[in-house]
T-cell receptor
Framework: QKEVEQNSGPLSVPEGAIASLNCTYS??????FFWYRQYSGKSPELIMS????GDKEDGRFTAQLNKASQYVSLLIRDSQPSDSATYLC???????????FGAGTRLTVKP | EAQVTQNPRYLITVTGKKLTVTCSQN?????MSWYRQDPGLGLRQIYY???????DKGDVPEGYKVSRKEKRNFPLILESPSPNQTSLYFC????????????FGSGTRLTVV
C-alpha cells in the first residue's frame, strides 16, 4: 500500500465549477498536511497547509482534514483555466526528516 | 526575493561522466533536501541535510552524493551517472524541517544517455 494515495486523474471540470481533489494516507501519526500545485515542467508550489481536523480556507481554496479517516481533500471554488495543473498531496510528522508525497492528481479546467 | 536556485535547468550527459547539480537558498534555512520525480512514482527523497556538515540518506540514495559545507549550498553529485538516473530533480529547503512545508527550487531535468 502506498503511503499517500491520490487519484491520478485526469480530473476535468468546467470553468466556474468546484474541483474536489482527494488524498488518503497510511501513517496515523501524520501531523502536517500539504497541497502543492505543480504546472507542467515546473516546481511544486505550496498552496495550502493544514494541521488540525476541519476546514481551512484561503481564497478560493479550502483544505479539509479528517485524521480519523486518514483523509485530506482540497476544494477549488470557481475553478479557472489557470488552475489546470497537477496537485500533490504531502504529509509528514514533527521531527520527521522527510515528507511523503502522493503521485498527484492532474486537473484540467475547461473554458 | 526568497528563493532556492538550482543549476542547470537542463542537462544531457553520457553514462559515467561525473556531474554536479547545484542548489543554493537565500532564506537562512537549516534544512535542505534533494528529491527526484518520476512519472507515477511521485517525489522521492534522495538525501537531506539538517544543518552544516549534517547529511543523511533518504529513500533512494544509491548513486548519489551530497555535501553541506555552507548553510546556503547543498550540491548533488552523481559520480558515475547511469540511464536509470534520468529524472527531474528538485532541491527543497525549509526553516527547520519538513513540518512547515518546503520551498522548492526550479528543478533540473537530467537525461543520461
Amino acid at each position: 500500500q502506498k503511503e499517500v494515495e491520490q487519484n491520478s486523474g485526469p480530473l476535468s471540470v468546467p470553468e466556474g465549477a468546484i474541483a474536489s481533489l482527494n488524498c488518503t494516507y497510511s501513517d496515523r501519526g501524520s501531523q502536517s498536511f500539504f497541497w502543492y500545485r505543480q504546472y507542467s515542467g515546473k516546481s511544486p508550489e505550496l498552496i495550502m497547509s493544514i494541521y488540525s481536523n476541519g476546514d481551512k480556507e484561503d481564497g478560493r481554496f479550502t483544505a479539509q482534514l479528517n485524521k480519523a479517516s486518514q483523509y485530506v481533500s482540497l476544494l477549488i471554488r470557481d475553478s479557472q483555466p489557470s488552475d489546470s495543473a497537477t496537485y500533490l498531496c504531502a504529509v509528514t510528522q514533527y521531527n520527521n526528516n522527510d515528507m511523503r508525497f502522493g503521485a498527484g492528481t492532474r486537473l484540467t479546467v475547461k473554458p | 526575493e526568497a528563493q532556492v536556485t538550482q543549476n542547470p535547468r537542463y542537462l544531457i550527459t553520457v553514462t559515467g561522466k561525473k556531474l554536479t547539480v547545484t542548489c543554493s537558498q537565500n532564506m537562512n534555512h537549516e534544512y535542505m533536501s534533494w528529491y527526484r520525480q518520476d512519472p507515477g512514482l511521485g517525489l522521492r527523497q534522495i538525501y537531506y541535510s539538517m544543518n552544516v556538515e549534517v547529511t543523511d540518506k533518504g529513500d533512494v540514495p544509491e548513486g548519489y552524493k551530497v555535501s553541506r559545507k555552507e548553510k546556503r549550498n547543498f550540491p548533488l553529485i552523481l559520480e558515475s551517472p547511469s540511464p536509470n538516473q534520468t529524472s527531474l530533480y528538485f532541491c527543497a529547503s525549509s526553516r527547520q524541517g519538513p513540518f512547515y512545508g518546503y520551498t522548492f527550487g526550479s528543478g533540473t531535468r537530467l537525461t543520461v544517455v
